[in-house]
Each structure stands twice: as structure tokens, then as C-alpha cells.
């Protein structure tokens, strides 16, 4: 007999299908901005005190609220608005607010989501030119945009807004959101991997009272390492412009950090 649409079989198949295709990986680097907070503590290492405890517990007590947060708000949109009606849409969350408590409310959630991006640009604005700045210090052909101790780095927030411009004028909303996102999951790919050289390399990082271990090493990782190649593989399937601009850029950063090693070997030659 053919099975039903509510057959549970049927139902769990389904969601194994989706799970595995394009479209949901695709999905997934929309999805990874929620979590993208993640790392950002690591930018400001330096300015945080007892660095050993605090940034595991902002991290990882981050991430779980945010799947929490994330996970019920997600909930409240699907069980308001039909799945037809959000197909194509952007604005999900006005959408959802429409339908539960009108128009006038639904207008006043978008001006709310539009202040809080304000806040989030803000943050980029201060974690984004410091670490610019902060790779200026290690980096001969970066040193026009090192700052000096506790002084706003403003070459490196030029650049910045520089780099944004463009990406504004030659791209839609979407290409640039996939573009970054592409080029975010890459390089968390490739630092995560880097993890397993750390841990193996016992002579360059000795161990000591304050080293942070990740719980159940490897098992996360390798999940993480999975999901990742998965989400970048399909975007070069589905979506291979910007993954080739976000190869590129990482070629690009390749390239000139070779060129400065060579810069640095002359320099100290001489």
C-alpha cells in the first residue's frame, strides 16, 4: 500500500531528505548568523579578566541560550503563518507579528529589529578595526593600520567601511548574506580543524593549569567538521558565484600572507 502523508514513516523520511539537500544547507548559513557570536568574545581576549573562565562560560552559556532563543522563536513563526506565505520573504518576524497582533504592531517589531541590527553594527564597528589592527602588530604588510596602545584604530575602521561600500553597491541582500556566510563557515571550518594540530602539538603548546579541554574532544569537532563541509559543498553546487568570491578572498589572504613572510625573511636578512 502507498503510505500516507501522516504515516510516521513517511513523515521521518521526508525530514531525512530535506535534511540532506541543498536547500536546508543552503538554510543553514542563513542560520549560522544567529550563532555567529560565538567566536566574537575571542576578539577581545586581551581586555577580558581571567580569560581561563570567563570566555568557556560566555561561549558555550551563549550558544545554548541562543539555540533556546532561536529554537521558540522559530516556533512562534511557523505556528502563526502558513510555510506558503513565508516562502521568499525577508521580513519573517513582521510577517509573524502581523498575523498575531495587526499591522500598526507588526510595523513597530520591524522598527525594533531595524534598531537592534543598529547595535549589532555597532559591535562589528568595535570588534571588526581591532582585529584588523591587532593582526597590523604581527604583520609587516599590514602596519599602516596598527594603532597605538588603547588608541581607536582609525585606519583600520576606514578599511572597514571601505570593504562594506563595496560589498553594498556590487551585491543584493541576499548574495552578500550567502557570500559571508560561505566565507564565515570556511574559515570556522578550517580553525576548528586546527584544533586537532594544537592539541597534538605538545612541544609549541605546552600544557598547563589554565588550558581550557573541550568536553568529549573529538565528537564535536567532528560533527562541526561535517555539517561544515556539507553547507560549503552545496553552496558550490547551488550557489557557485559567491563561493568562488569567498574562495578567492581566502586565496587573497593566502597570498598576502606569503608575500609578508617572504617581506619579514628580507627584513631580517638585511
Sequence with gaps: STPSATDP??????????????????????????????????????EIKNPGRSLPMAMIGGTLFVTVIYTLLQFVFMKHVPVAELVGQVNVGSLAT???????????????????????????????????STMAKDFTIWRFFRARDNAIPLRAIWLQFIITTILLLTGTFEQILIYCGFLLTLSTLITVIGVFKIRNDHKRYPKHPGRF????FPLFQIIFIIFSMGMILFVFTERPREAILGSGNLLLGVIIWYIDKNLKRKLFKK
Design 9 to 46: 514513516f513517511s513523515i521521518r523520511g521526508n525530514m531525512i531528505s530535506e535534511i540532506f539537500s541543498a536547500a536546508f544547507a543552503i538554510a543553514l548559513i542563513f542560520v549560522s548568523y544567529s550563532y555567529s557570536g560565538w567566536n566574537a568574545a575571542v576578539y577581545i581576549i586581551e
Design 98 to 132: 502581523q498575523k498575531m497582533l495587526g499591522n500598526n504592531v507588526g510595523d513597530l517589531f520591524s522598527l525594533s529589529i531595524s534598531l537592534l541590527l543598529i547595535s549589532g553594527i555597532s559591535a562589528m564597528i568595535w570588534i571588526g578595526p581591532r582585529v584588523t
Design 213 to 216: 579541554k573541550s568536553p568529549f
